[in-house]
């Protein structure tokens, strides 16, 4: 069984300034890594997603994240706050095989907030 | 590319009257869906997978009868919940799998059980 952990409910950064949101995952076989952001009352949008290869993989708006097998880790990172990414982000994991494969589990989610 | 709608958005129904949610899959085809439940404030819950002409996978809790999923096509499965309840009120979100486990989700549907 597969389980992510996100450290820090809610973070809070000033527009312009670093965004750090962590993932801790457990998986008894290589996983597929994933971060989607939810806005007020609306579905998940895909962020970035890690498979296999590069363990630096680029998203959409900016948002990056680096997989580190050994620490078990994929934390999404942009360098520069801006206004309007201020919402929820959520890890996931899927496998890549098994009973369970194509199945997405979810952290629980981290609110950032941006200040002007 | 890789669209998900799901109809209604919003619904408001008595307790004790069924609901059905349709999610689809506008420029892909998906052999799976996936169905969630969220909370207010809380993560997504994988209720069942859904795979077009076989019956749904529950996931453990999840009541077969009251959660009724039909997969019928390549680009449309359905959610009837039955006899609903306050309690079955929620954000209920679909998700379709294109490939590589890349799932592509609906905007949701907040149903709200009087």
């Given at each position: 069984a597969q389980s992510v952990t996100q450290l820090g409910s809610h973070v809070s950064v000033s527009e312009g300034a670093l965004v750090l949101l962590r993932c801790n995952y457990s998986s008894s076989v290589p996983p597929y890594l994933f971060w989607y952001v939810q806005y007020p009352n609306q579905g998940l949008q895909l962020l970035l997603k890690y498979t296999?290869?590069?363990?630096l993989v680029k998203g959409i708006n900016g948002f990056e994240a680096e997989f580190k097998k050994s620490e078990t880790s994929f934390h999404l990172t942009k360098p520069s706050a801006h206004m309007s990414d201020a919402a929820e982000y959520f890890c996931a994991v899927s496998v890549t095989?098994?009973?369970?494969?194509g199945k997405l589990t979810f952290g629980q989610g981290t609110i950032l907030t941006v200040h002007p | 590319g890789a669209v998900v709608s799901q109809h209604p958005s919003r619904v408001i129904c008595k307790s004790g009257t069924s609901v059905k949610i349709e999610c689809r899959s506008l420029d892909f085809q998906a052999t799976t869906m996936f169905w969630y439940r969220q909370f207010p404030k809380q993560s997504l819950m994988l209720m069942a997978t859904s795979n077009e002409g076989s019956k749904a996978t529950y996931e453990q809790g999840v009541e077969k009868d009251k959660f009724l999923i039909n997969h019928?096509?390549?680009?449309l499965s359905t959610l009837t919940v039955t006899?609903?309840?306050?309690?079955?009120?929620s954000f209920y979100i679909c998700s379709a799998r294109r490939q590589y486990n890349e799932q592509f989700f609906g905007p949701g549907t907040r149903l709200t059980v009087l």
């Amino acid at each position: 069984a597969q389980s992510v952990t996100q450290l820090g409910s809610h973070v809070s950064v000033s527009e312009g300034a670093l965004v750090l949101l962590r993932c801790n995952y457990s998986s008894s076989v290589p996983p597929y890594l994933f971060w989607y952001v939810q806005y007020p009352n609306q579905g998940l949008q895909l962020l970035l997603k890690y498979t296999t290869g590069a363990t630096l993989v680029k998203g959409i708006n900016g948002f990056e994240a680096e997989f580190k097998k050994s620490e078990t880790s994929f934390h999404l990172t942009k360098p520069s706050a801006h206004m309007s990414d201020a919402a929820e982000y959520f890890c996931a994991v899927s496998v890549t095989g098994g009973t369970s494969y194509g199945k997405l589990t979810f952290g629980q989610g981290t609110i950032l907030t941006v200040h002007p | 590319g890789a669209v998900v709608s799901q109809h209604p958005s919003r619904v408001i129904c008595k307790s004790g009257t069924s609901v059905k949610i349709e999610c689809r899959s506008l420029d892909f085809q998906a052999t799976t869906m996936f169905w969630y439940r969220q909370f207010p404030k809380q993560s997504l819950m994988l209720m069942a997978t859904s795979n077009e002409g076989s019956k749904a996978t529950y996931e453990q809790g999840v009541e077969k009868d009251k959660f009724l999923i039909n997969h019928a096509s390549l680009t449309l499965s359905t959610l009837t919940v039955t006899s609903a309840h306050p309690e079955d009120s929620s954000f209920y979100i679909c998700s379709a799998r294109r490939q590589y486990n890349e799932q592509f989700f609906g905007p949701g549907t907040r149903l709200t059980v009087l």
